[in-house]
């Protein structure tokens, strides 16, 4: 098993670019997270899914989409990236009875200049 | 809502030394608490969880945890610690009951000195 695994692991945009991040994992989970990290201030989740075709939106939704179109995937996007959506990103997943138990993917190191 | 408190931001501490992560939640209902660790340039796992019987967890690596609800606290402890656990570590907590949000900390880095 690979896990959550994410693609790309590093990325540099310029203000305005637009990017999709690609989350993907091979545990049959129903639940999929989106979260980003930032010093100081722990992980915050951007949007989670509860299962395929359906999403909702986190604490920092602001500046991102996302689509789960098989359940396996879970897509982040970034329509028009800004300096301050610079961060790592996680991806995590987990059973629908224990969502607290999450995997996460490794990151994906974004940097907007 | 729900909320975690790490009260420390970087614990240094020398090889074979014992070590405590301090870990504080406010939450109006039953809660479940976490600890997830992160090494270096990955992902975070997850080191233990109390969901529920005995307040004392125990985990993998060596680590336990001890839930108290009258000091609403689930501090993280190691007897003695190795170069290996040098990573940075993160409480959580989630309300019981279905899907409910995981709620970070703001994570604990522990430097371990040789």
């Known amino acids: 098993n690979a896990g959550v695994t994410q693609t790309p692991k590093f990325r540099v945009l310029k203000t305005g670019q637009s990017m999709t991040l690609l989350c993907a994992q091979d545990m049959n989970h129903e639940y999929m997270y989106w979260y980003r990290q930032d010093p100081g201030m722990g992980l915050r989740l951007i949007h989670y899914s509860v299962g395929e075709g359906t999403t909702a939106k986190g604490e920092v939704p602001d500046g991102y989409n996302v689509s789960r179109l098989k359940k396996q995937n879970f897509l982040l996007g970034l329509e028009s990236a800004a300096p301050s959506q610079t961060s790592v990103y996680f991806c995590?997943?987990?059973?629908?009875?224990?969502?607290?138990?999450?995997?996460f993917g490794p990151g994906t190191r974004l940097t907007v200049t | 809502a729900q909320s975690v408190t790490q009260l420390d931001s970087q614990v240094p501490v020398f090889e074979e030394a014992p070590v405590e992560l301090r870990c504080n939640y406010s939450s109006s209902v039953s809660v479940y608490l976490f600890w997830y660790v992160q090494y270096p340039n990955q992902g975070l796992q997850l080191l233990l969880k109390?969901?529920?019987?005995?307040?004392l967890v125990k985990g993998i690596n060596g680590f336990e945890a001890e839930f108290n609800k009258s000091q609403t606290s689930f501090h993280l402890r190691k007897p003695s610690v190795h170069i290996s656990d040098t990573a940075e570590y993160f409480c959580?907590?989630?309300?019981?009951?279905?899907?409910?949000?995981?709620?970070f900390g703001i994570g604990t880095k522990l430097q371990v000195i040789p």
């Open positions: 995590a997943s987990s059973y629908s009875d224990r969502s607290y138990e999450q995997y």
């Open positions: 959580a907590v989630s309300r019981t009951g279905g899907y409910q949000k995981v709620t």
């Open positions: 109390y969901l529920s019987g005995s307040t």
